[in-house]
């Protein structure tokens, strides 16, 4: 069996895909529904632009490997939690990763065309 983590509208699943057999039998896929809810802390109220190049605590992290095809914020821009922050093309589809929640860019982790991994930050927010 295989474990495989998908995204769907910005809620993260744990899918376990069993492989075909070698005498062709096939048994069925087995997933678990239940969303994985990233833990999260408030976050403070600001006032002040975070400064560009500087470490958020919140990640926007690539959900599959895929290549950076835009960027739609930059770093000191606020953004609203489903905002685009960038397009990221897998699979010949274009995906919109978005904002998992309020807060301001604090610094952006890749750039336009390169290949980025699942699980590689793209941002960091404040």
């Known amino acids: 069996m295989k474990t495989y983590k998908i995204t769907v509208n910005g809620t993260a699943y744990d899918v376990v895909v069993e492989e075909v057999a070698s005498d062709g039998a096939v048994s069925a896929p087995v997933s678990t529904a239940a969303p994985v809810v990233p833990a999260k802390a408030p976050a403070p109220a600001k006032k002040a632009v975070a400064p560009a190049g500087g470490a958020g605590s919140i990640k926007v ?25 960038a397009i990221l093309e897998a699979m010949k589809m274009e995906n919109e990763i978005v904002a998992p929640e309020d807060g301001v860019i604090a610094s952006i982790d890749t750039s336009e065309g390169a290949s980025v991994e699942a699980g590689d930050v793209l941002a960091t927010m404040n």
């Open 61 to 85: 992290v690539a959900p599959m490997p895929g290549k950076i095809l835009s960027l739609k914020v930059a770093a000191g821009a606020s953004v609203k939690k489903g905002q685009v922050v």
